[in-house]
């Protein structure tokens, strides 16, 4: 079965940090780009970063720049998030994201066929 599965998701006060996991199974991930997405209730899902296979190069929206980081783990078949200094505009439910041997990065749901079920992202005092 063709899955992914998100996982690191909880509650955080403003500042703190969390590492989110995508876990593929049943397919590798080692020729496919993998997105992160989010959505805040009654907003659209928002693509929030995305790593290639090859040469690992990122992209990020600019509201994340310079405090998420996503990362890869061929060998463990793994995507991650590091989520810094989170604010409670980064409050939503966030999602993992890939096309089977599709290398490339992008900020459009509809370029992607296979997602996982979602984390939750809180972030409150």
């Known amino acids: 079965q063709v899955q992914l599965v998100e996982s690191g998701g909880g509650l955080v006060q403003p500042g703190g940090s969390l590492r989110l996991s995508c876990v593929a199974s049943?397919?590798?991930?080692?020729?496919?780009?993998i997105g992160w997405f989010r959505q805040a209730p009654g907003k659209e899902h928002e693509g929030v970063s995305c790593?290639?296979?090859?040469?690992?190069?990122?992209t990020y929206i600019d509201s994340v720049k310079d405090r998420f980081t996503i990362s890869r783990d061929n060998a463990k078949n793994t995507v991650y998030l590091q989520m810094n200094k989170l604010t409670s505009e980064d409050t939503a439910i966030y999602y993992c994201?890939?096309?089977?041997?599709?290398?490339?990065?992008?900020?459009?749901?509809?370029?992607?066929?296979?997602w996982g079920q979602g984390t939750q992202v809180t972030v409150s005092s």
């Open positions: 790593i290639r296979p090859n040469d690992r190069s990122s």
């Open positions: 994201a890939t096309r089977q041997s599709w290398p490339l990065c992008s900020p459009f749901v509809d370029q992607f066929d296979i």
């Open positions: 049943g397919f590798t991930l080692d020729n496919n780009a």
